[in-house]
């Protein structure tokens, strides 16, 4: 079945440094691949998306690269900061079906 | 666009009691999800809703927990009798179609004592 695969956190990051989080999936067919942000006592927002291999969404400075050949969605940010402390979700919703596949989040703390 | 909107935000009840947790998805959006959220079991699919018509219940977790959509712009979530082990955050989402990504509530907290 399909399957969303995510570093563990927390990760912690001084302001100002390189980000990336890690994320793999399994899929059956061809997938749309999702990065959601989750910020304190709020609900998951989409933060950028990919719907075929080699594209490549970004938003807000952050970016993600969808690799077929490696099966990958890696989240990355040059600079971080402060504001970017928050829960990070990959996830994948395969052609067809329904439902949307979520990782078990990856939470960021960065520090001043 | 006002975004999905649950109510309450927060809920405070005793283990035994009934809880209704509410949700109102974006307009045109023609699927719903229920999702329950701890930090031991993360975020959890509980049920969807396609046209109004429940699709996958395989996620509520026993016979107290119950979900209706009575029309396009409201869905119901009972928890009845809720137990200390249903606190969570519960949140609800919807999306326009099975290509388009999901939008979240803010979600409810529920607290059983």
């Known amino acids: 079945g399909n399957s969303v695969t995510q570093m563990e956190g927390p990760v912690t990051l001084s302001e100002e440094a390189f980000l990336t989080i890690n994320c793999t999936y399994t899929?059956?067919?061809?997938?749309?691949l999702f990065w959601y942000v989750q910020y304190p006592g709020e609900g998951l927002q989409l933060l950028l998306k990919?719907?075929?291999?080699?594209d490549k969404g970004s938003n807000k400075g952050f970016e993600a690269t969808y690799r077929k050949e490696t099966t990958s969605f890696h989240l990355e940010k040059g600079s971080v900061q402060v504001s970017d402390s928050a829960v990070y979700f990959c996830a994948l919703s395969d052609l067809g079906d329904d439902k949307i596949i979520f990782g078990k989040g990856t939470r960021l703390h960065i520090l001043p | 666009d006002a975004g999905v909107i649950q109510s309450p935000r927060h809920e405070v009840t005793e283990m035994g009691q009934e809880v209704t947790l509410r949700c109102k998805p974006i307009s045109g959006h023609d699927y719903l999800f229920w999702y329950r959220q701890t930090m031991m079991r993360g975020l959890e699919l509980l049920i969807y809703f396609n046209n109004n018509v429940p699709i996958d219940d395989s996620g509520m977790p026993e016979d107290r927990f119950s979900a209706k959509m009575p029309n396009a712009s409201f869905s119901t979530l009972k928890i009845q009798p809720s137990e200390p082990r249903d606190s969570a955050v519960y949140f609800c989402?919807?999306?326009?179609?099975?290509?388009?990504?999901?939008?979240f509530g803010n979600g409810t907290r529920l607290t059983v004592t």
């Open positions: 990919a719907t075929k291999a080699d």
């Open positions: 989402a919807s999306r326009r179609d099975r290509y388009s990504p999901l939008h």
């Open positions: 899929a059956t067919g061809y997938p749309s």
